[in-house]
């Protein structure tokens, strides 16, 4: 069965520390893989999105990058993280009928 | 663009009746698959149901069931015999065939009571 391993669950950092955030599928190949945002009680923003290997489509343009080195991995980055860079951070993956969801990672900026 | 609106930020329900959830949606793509997702305090994001655009038949898992129109691009989400651990959020979502981007709707907070 197919399975979306995301981690750390929680991260607390520096504002102008570097992020990074990876997010690895099992059980399935050539998924479609997201990363989103959410604010506390709000909906799901859409950040990027990857159809490949190396193919990222950029959602909103602001201080965050990501990058599909493999097949099953999808990684959120930046370079220095601002105060509103916080926020629930969940990865998805998608084939045909099926979307599922990781974890998230709650990232408090300090 | 793809644009999925959810027009109720909040409702609550009786324990043991049935609710719905209003989705609805405008896309250009010819073929797309509609998602229904629940989210507790927690935070996990828990696959309730799924719709493609060709599907026939309405969607139906267990007490969940889709209730699909697609001439008015409708996809409202009907949950029968509420129970408590129904509270959460609710949330509506698209994808197209043509980029696969999966957007969400703002979602839908509904409240079972006792």
């Known amino acids: 069965s197919q399975t979306i391993h995301q981690w750390p669950a929680t991260l607390v950092q520096p504002v102008g520390s570097p992020l990074s955030l990876e997010c690895t599928v099992e059980g399935t190949s050539n998924p479609n893989l997201y990363w989103y945002r959410q604010a506390a009680g709000r909906g799901l923003q859409l950040l990027f999105y990857s159809v490949g290997i190396g193919q990222i489509s950029s959602e909103v343009p602001q201080n965050l990058s990501a990058s599909r080195p493999q097949d099953r991995q999808f990684i959120l980055s930046s370079k220095k993280l601002l105060l509103s860079d916080s926020g629930f951070y969940l990865c998805?993956?998608?084939?045909?009928?099926?979307?599922?969801f990781g974890q998230g990672t709650r990232l408090t900026v300090v | 663009a793809q644009k999925i609106t959810q027009t109720q930020p909040g409702m609550f329900v009786q324990e043991k009746e049935a609710v719905t959830l209003d989705c609805t949606y405008d896309t250009s793509d010819q073929s797309y698959g509609l998602f229904w997702y629940k989210q507790p305090s927690s935070g996990e994001m828990i696959f309730l149901i799924y719709?493609?655009?060709?599907?026939?038949q309405n969607a139906t898992e267990g007490r969940y069931s889709l209730n699909f129109q697609k001439a008015r691009k409708s996809a409202n989400l009907v949950i029968s015999a509420s129970q408590l651990g129904d509270s959460a959020m609710y949330f509506c979502?698209?994808?197209?065939?043509?980029?696969?981007?999966?957007?969400f709707g703002a979602g839908t907070t509904v409240t079972v009571r006792a």
């Open positions: 719709q493609g655009s060709y599907d026939e």
């Open positions: 998805a993956w998608s084939v045909r009928s099926e979307a599922f």
């Open positions: 979502a698209m994808r197209g065939r043509r980029d696969y981007k999966l957007s």
